[in-house]
């Protein structure tokens, strides 16, 4: 079992930044590959960025690319996502995943899911 956490969301204006941390707990944090995906009212959860269990390999959806960084720090057992130059239609939940198997570059990827943090964007 993997126990996932995340904070960092809040509100912020068109062109600001956020970073979103994503807390592991339970079986080897390093074991897994992490995502992030999000999720906005009345619309599937999509990827958003994922990096693999060495944390050399990362992986971000177009929408994103340039804009958002993720990374993760095994010695605090935590995934990052920085985002920068934030838009209106970047508001969502954002949920961190974890993958045993793979890095996780699809919803069902994710053997577990953190309880989501919501990130708001006002123009």
């Known amino acids: 079992q993997v126990q996932l956490v995340e904070s960092g969301g809040g509100l912020v204006q068109a062109g600001g930044s956020l970073r979103l941390s994503c807390a592991a707990s339970?079986?080897?944090?390093?074991?897994?590959?992490m995502g992030w995906f999000r999720q906005a009212p009345g619309k599937e959860r999509e990827f958003v960025a994922a990096?693999?269990?060495?944390?050399?390999?990362?992986y971000s959806a177009d929408s994103v690319k340039g804009r958002f960084t993720i990374s993760r720090d095994a010695a605090k057992n935590t995934v990052y996502l920085q985002m920068n130059s934030l838009k209106p239609e970047d508001t969502a939940v954002y949920y961190c995943?974890?993958?045993?198997?793979?890095?996780?570059?699809?919803?069902?990827?994710?053997?577990?899911w953190g309880q989501g943090t919501q990130v708001t964007v006002s123009s």
């Open positions: 995943g974890a993958a045993a198997t793979t890095v996780p570059l699809r919803v069902g990827s994710c053997n577990y």
């Open positions: 339970g079986r080897s944090f390093s074991s897994y590959g």
């Open positions: 990096i693999s269990r060495s944390g050399v390999n990362t």
